[in-house]
């Protein structure tokens, strides 16, 4: 319920060419309670644009699962080049439009979250059943949208949405949900992650853990940093020995 409380906000901007667009979605997925961040306004946000790249830039908790898938076919049908930056954190809705991108680009304290289908219903036993059924099926559904860019098994996939699993940008790398770890960036509004200090980490005994270990060695992470200019070693002043210069300065008769 706090999840329909934020701010949301899609904006699409052209660059000065009108090449280049950017695509701003924040705040939860879909229509009715979640205002406008919907594919139907997208849709007529895109609708004759014709643009040769697309820069979508997301920081989302999530929401309408096929609110988000509906958004992300329209970005992957569109003929711009798409290029997402993950601002804060795509989680849940926001992941699966991320994985639209031809590029995906995750600053360092930015995080990605996928996990299963959720709902909440009413009734009786047969159809919370028939609502179990439904929800395994969009399991499948969703699933299918991470599969063209998961490094690793299929089992391990469903593992970790069954874990419902916070990824940094480098193990989003690792896992070939994302392409470049950038430059850190000031997170405008970083949704709905909970916060577990008193947690402790525990060493390969999460299971991604044991995944990040298994594909990090391979995963080559594009750093979107420019080289940082060697510094220039100032001279060092020569200087003399003082107690030699004493011993000359005595022996010359000059004290």
Do not use: C, W
């Not at 299963?116 to 059924?133: I, Q, V």
């Not at 439904?134 to 469903?158: H, M, N, P, Q």
């Not at 699993?165 to 193990?171: G, I």
């Not at 008193?198 to 990040?212: C, P």
């Amino acid at each position: 319920m706090n999840m329909m409380t934020k701010k949301t906000d899609i904006r699409f901007e052209a660059k000065e060419d009108g090449k280049e667009y950017s695509l701003y979605i924040y705040g939860p997925i879909g229509g009715f309670f979640f205002s406008e961040n919907n594919a139907d306004s997208l849709r007529r946000k895109l609708n004759g644009v014709d643009a040769e790249k697309i820069h979508v830039h997301i920081n989302s908790p999530g929401g309408s699962a096929f609110e988000g898938v509906a958004i992300g076919n329209l970005l992957k049908s569109h003929k711009a080049e798409i290029v997402v930056h993950i601002d804060g954190i795509a989680a849940s809705a926001a992941s699966v439009i991320a994985m639209a991108g031809d590029q995906i680009i995750m600053p360092e304290n930015t995080m990605m979250m996928i996990h299963r289908a959720s709902t909440f219903g009413f009734g009786n036993a047969a159809a919370f059943d028939k609502t179990a059924t439904t929800l395994r099926k969009i399991d499948t559904a969703l699933a299918a949208s991470y599969k063209k860019r998961f490094v690793g098994e299929e089992e391990e996939l469903e593992q970790l949405l069954d874990d419902e699993t916070f990824m940094t940008a480098d193990e989003a790398v690792a896992f070939g949900l994302a392409d470049v770890v950038g430059e850190e960036i000031e997170i405008q509004e970083l949704e709905d992650v909970d916060d577990d200090e008193d947690e402790e980490e525990e060493e390969y005994e999460n299971f991604k853990d044991k995944l990040i270990a298994k594909y990090s060695a391979n995963a080559k992470p594009q750093v979107n940093k420019e080289p940082k200019p060697e510094p220039t070693p100032e001279p060092v002043a020569k200087t003399q020995n003082l107690s030699k210069l004493f011993l000359n300065l005595t022996k010359n008769g000059g004290l």
